[in-house]
């Protein structure tokens, strides 16, 4: 292995790296690091001697995953397979569902695999690079359907090749919104989930601009039915924007532009979302407690000379609101003939001041703060978002104290007395039945002690009260003795 691969494997978030040339006693050490061996290794080589090695870092029924695939054929203990010493496993590909642990293990750890994109017509190179053993991380072509005027027509690769790609899909992190952990802390933000909209409005004489912005922080976008599909995001998209513009002039409303500004276009164009998730008070000069999410993805215009665009959403901590507050009947839409009404209002009056627009985001959680191009010439759509899921102690509801209205009193000395009698009856009548049933073969009611007794008590009580009830009758004493 050089000195780059195992400074790239480092940066990747690698814990500990080995040169197998110069670090004869590896296995050794992977043992006294993982304790008795590793319960899994992977296999992302060619080499059979890598191979050949890799059990012996394994512990007890450890998972052997062959992963590189060389040129001659693997040879395995038969003894340490039948002994279930080791499990020999395949793959090189997955689902985002088969893979949610290894996407949650690799965010908790901060390992980031770097991948190199290629155009189609770039194939070719990009197998040249990978011969040369020169290439570092994983490689992907971006699967257009366009081509540029300096490029010819490529004949399309052999489809075997694509087997390259598999792992690089492996590779693509999506944004879990109920499993969100970061610094050891998570945060679900599953709630938040459906589309949410908020509104920039600019007064751009003649016409009023007003760009929605749509946001679900946890799926895609869907498809709005009865909607043009020019004048929506593609599919993959997690935040939208359209800018229509009102002439109130001819009373005519039109959609200016669309712009895709975060999502997940890997497959579309090449552009993963790559969710960026950190905590508040992790940033410099800043003590608010609550998350910032950015989301990457989107370009405008769709050319090579269009700007990509980002995100950014700060959920700020606020223990009163859900974040859901103004969206539950989002009705804030205005139609030409009331911005007309507007633009005929500013156009009566004879002082230079822009009319007073509507505030469409009234009393919603999520406000809209900027969208501009930012570093890079990147568009930036800057957004905050108040709720209690950002709280770091959100999943700990606090504890209400007891009103002078809903107190309730605990149970006193005589509830317990009553209880610790009726306890102790139980244990006495369940001791005793057993004790006769193993001493005498005692059954039926001849089990219950002092069955006699028991089966008396009605007399017993019915005599009692009975002599009760003459000495409360007779008129006086008689000395102990009874009239006759």
Known sequence: LSADALTEATASGADHVFNLKIDVDYIKRVREIT?????????????VPAYSS???????????????????PLQFQAMDISMNRIRVRGSNNGTTPRLEKCVEFSHEHGIRPRVTQFRLDEFEEMLKLMESGKHKGRRAPLPTTYTHSNHKPTKMPNPWHSLLLLPACVAAVTLDCKHIRIDKKDFDLSALGGPKTIHEQRWLPPSISNTTFTIDLCSPLKKLKGVDSKE?????????????????????????????IAGEFSTSHGRAMDPEVTRLKESSNTDLEGLRIELRGGKFPETRSGDLQKAIVELLCDRELTGNEGFEEDGAVMDAASYGRMGRRADGDNDDDEPELPD???????????????????????????????????????????????KTAGW?????????????????????????????????????????????????????????????????????YSAV
């Open 35 to 47: 304790g008795k061996g590793c319960h899994a290794a992977i296999n992302v080589t060619n080499s």
């Open 232 to 260: 929506q995001c593609p599919s993959g998209t997690r935040v939208c924007g359209v800018e229509e513009r009102y002439n109130p002039i001819d009373g005519v409303k039109e959609v200016i532009e669309v712009r895709p």
């Open 360 to 406: 469409l985001d009234k009393g919603k959680s999520l406000q809209f703060v900027s969208y501009k191009s930012e570093k890079d010439d990147v568009g930036v759509l800057r957004l905050t978002w108040k709720t209690k899921y950002a709280c770091e102690s959100a999943e700990k509801e606090p504890v209400k104290e007891p009103t002078e209205g809903n």
């Open 412 to 480: 006193g000395f005589f509830t317990w007395f009553i209880i610790v009698v009726f306890l102790l009856i139980a244990a006495y009548i369940i001791f005793g039945s057993w004790l006769n049933y193993s001493r005498y073969g005692a059954r039926g009611w001849d089990l219950i002690p002092h069955g006699d007794t028991l089966r008396d008590m009605p007399y017993l009580v019915k005599e009692w009260v009975g002599g009760v009830a003459d000495r409360m009758k007779s008129g006086g004493s008689r000395g102990g």
């Open 54 to 72: 890799t059990p012996q870092l394994l512990r007890m029924n450890g998972v052997l995953m062959v992963t590189g695939i060389p040129q001659g």
